[in-house]
């Protein structure tokens, strides 16, 4: 097992890509705490990797909320001595053309996306530091690479992701940290299945991605995996984008 004995947070692991990820790492033999804001979601997740035999807690919070943040740190080191691994997914898809998208749209895409990523980081890094190692994997996407349509908060806040890794790679590499992102194309998830039941778009997609079709969120994991691994020990600051070849297309 590639993780065994590692502990890890994985936000926005009540469905989707989270899930998923969470699911492998604790196959994988690493104890997980799940974070969402809906404790009923990460229940039924905790309840899958425990049938499995694997270890998790389900934590409910808001990446927005640095009370949240901190008692969901401080809970995973108190249940399980250490945090070695924090991955970020959590995050929201609002689609909507410029006309109408509000400030709102915009503060509330940014606050989720980037901040709340930026404000795990900065609380789980100080049990990183305590042992001189750690995984912080983000979760980007090809759209902030690339750019969308009807996307231009979603699309911003995720190549600020990527803008985040990269500095904080920089910075937290001598110190035995390793920061990196995923990039994920065009998976089907919650967020953004609104979008792929138009048969229009989803034929897009498709016609657009060498592999030839939609990802599903277990093609994902196993990029977290190495990453979050000791195989991964001089990856630093990269994005490993996992789209079925939509972004060389």
Known sequence: MRLKDKVAI????GQGIGEAIALEFARQGAKVAVMGRRQGALDQVAAKIKAAGGTGL??????????????VVSDTVKAYGKLDILVNVAGILISTDVPGHTEKIWDDTMDTNVKGTF????????EMLKQGRGKIINIASIAGEIGFPNAAAYCASKAAIQGLTKALAMELAP???????????DVETPLNRHLL???????SRIDQTPAGRVGQPKDIAPGAVYLASDEAEWVHGITLFIDGG????
Do not use: E, W
């Open 175 to 185: 110190k035995g940290i390793n920061v990196n992102c995923i990039g994920p194309g």
């Open 246 to 249: 939509l972004i060389i297309n």
């Open 58 to 71: 389900a934590l409910a919070g808001d990446v927005r909320q640095p009370a949240d943040i901190d008692r």
């Open 10 to 13: 994985v936000t926005g692991s």
């Open 197 to 203: 039941q138009d048969p229009v778009y989803l034929k």
């Open 119 to 126: 404000l795990m980081i900065q609380r789980a890094l100080p």
